[in-house]
């Protein structure tokens, strides 16, 4: 099946490939490592042992979590220099200077304090460690901060020039980094994560309370997740309105392929509830639509004009089909994470957050819900900026390295192999963990008086043991 595809098709398939698999780690671990954050908090505050369990529990998961992040992003970044070698020739001196920033503010700060959130526990005074998982939180947004810069800039280029070499070069560093897009989709992605890690530990702790409803680890992961899902996942759906109105702006033929409009509509537009796109006939088949909706979504006005895909030359369409789908994949997901907040909510008034054994299995249902919006949300996003690497400058095609198609189809098939069979351990392993209760004592906090050093001398002293008199 691979020689009937091109060196530019191998190419393409092998970067999504390797970034579905590697977006998903970062997802979780942003949100999982605030989530440690406000576990450490609260039992530094209540010295409440519930919560240093819980804190121990979840800090193995998310050890190996960013863990494999980390490996599936540097295997990424090889395929700049390999499959998309022109890219990296062209809009290196914006995009490098970007990741390097990344790396520096974000990257040293996670590696400079990740070992003593991890083992430090009992060997740091509380306040440090604190601070410690503190800086770890802090560096995961810092890393998807300067991530999400990179990839806005590349949806809405901004503060550059072209030089003689056809290269992009920097002129306004702020308009580079601070570009059009960038606020809507730092807020959308740094949500989406939150909510992914929400629907995690809320399918985790509704499994243990199925299994035994007085729990108390179990009770309090289910409420923390709950509240995240009533409060945040609403604001998504409005963060996810503002990107929308942004990418109307300046990515126009995305929105077109993503609500299925082929036509340019005058007069109002319908909101396609569903419909199957063919490209090549320039239709929505079979098409389900609400009439004016999708102008008043759009542009606030029941009568709002709204370009079509007719409005764009044929080379610059993106497929509809895969944007038209995966959007609605994200929203429908959306949609479902606040009903099961707004369940929540109700059964929380009602006294029994706890006894609804179909909101525990609609929980558990939606734990990797997160996941699939993140995916389905990153289709949406890069399918729709196709055919351009850098929007409206650079297309995909001119990007790639003068590599064959063999070259490709075999590290294709070598990451294949490798990814399904490292992190699929590595998945396989999380489950396991997260199949296993919070246990009483799991916690490896101080037994002790402690000092900022560490444990007090008297503290490693065995309690029988008797001195000499002097």
Not at 244 to 272: C, F, R, S
Not at 273 to 289: N, Q, R, V
Not at 319 to 346: N, T
Not at 362 to 387: C, I
Request: net charge negative.
């Amino acid at each position: 099946m691979l020689d009937a595809l091109s060196a530019l098709d191998l190419a393409r398939i092998q970067f999504a490939f390797t970034i579905s698999f590697h977006i998903i780690f970062p997802a979780f671990s942003i949100g999982l490592a605030s989530y440690l954050l406000v576990l450490e908090s609260l039992w530094f505050w209540t010295k409440d042992d519930a919560y240093a369990t819980l804190f121990a529990y979840w800090k193995k998961i998310f050890a190996v979590a960013f863990g494999m992040g980390v490996v599936s992003g540097i295997v990424m970044s090889y395929q700049f220099g390999t499959n998309w070698s022109v890219f990296s020739d062209k809009a290196g001196p914006i995009v490098g200077p970007l990741m390097g920033y990344e790396v520096l503010s974000a990257f040293f700060l996670e590696a400079g304090f990740l070992g003593i959130m991890l083992f430090g526990f009992n060997r740091v005074g509380p306040k440090l460690h604190l601070f410690a998982t503190a800086m770890v939180a802090v560096g995961t947004l810092s890393s998807a901060f300067w991530i999400l810069s990179v990839n806005s800039w590349m949806q809405t280029p901004a503060g550059f020039a072209i030089n003689d070499a056809g290269q992009f070069v920097p002129e306004d560093w702020w308009a580079i980094v601070f570009n059009p897009s960038f606020p809507y989709r730092l807020g959308h992605m740094v949500l989406a994560a939150y909510l992914t890690t929400a629907f995690v530990v809320g399918g985790v702790g509704a499994w243990h309370l199925l299994k035994n409803s007085r729990d108390r680890g179990a009770r309090i992961m289910f409420s923390m997740a709950m509240w995240m899902a009533a409060l945040v996942a609403p604001l998504q759906i409005v963060a996810g309105d503002l990107h929308g109105l942004n990418t109307l702006e300046h990515q126009p033929a995305k929105i077109a392929a993503m609500e299925g409009h082929y036509e340019t509509h005058t007069d109002g537009a319908p909101l396609y509830l569903f419909g199957i796109p063919d490209d090549e006939a320039g239709e929505l088949h079979y098409s389900i639509g609400i009439p004016n909706l999708g102008s008043f979504i759009l542009t606030h006005d029941w009568d709002g004009a709204v370009k079509g895909l007719d409005a764009f030359p044929e080379d610059q369409r993106p497929p509809a089909a895969w944007v038209f789908w995966s959007f609605r994949i994200m929203v429908a997901l959306g949609l479902a994470m606040v009903g099961v907040g707004l369940w929540s909510l109700i059964q929380r008034r009602r006294r029994q957050l706890y006894d609804d054994t179909w909101l525990k299995r609609a929980a558990v249902a939606m734990a990797p819900s997160g996941f699939v919006a993140v995916l389905a949300g990153w289709v949406t996003t890069e399918v729709g900026r196709q055919p351009y690497t850098v929007y409206g400058l650079l297309t995909t095609a001119d990007s790639a390295s003068a590599v064959g198609a063999p070259a490709v189809a075999t590290s294709l098939v070598a990451f294949i192999l490798v990814y399904f069979t490292l992190f699929g351990a590595g998945t396989v392993y999380i489950l396991r963990l997260m199949a296993k209760p919070p246990e009483a004592g799991e916690s490896d906090r101080p037994e002790g008086p402690t000092r900022s050093a560490g444990l007090t001398p008297a503290a490693s002293v065995a309690p029988d043991k008797v001195f000499p008199a002097e």
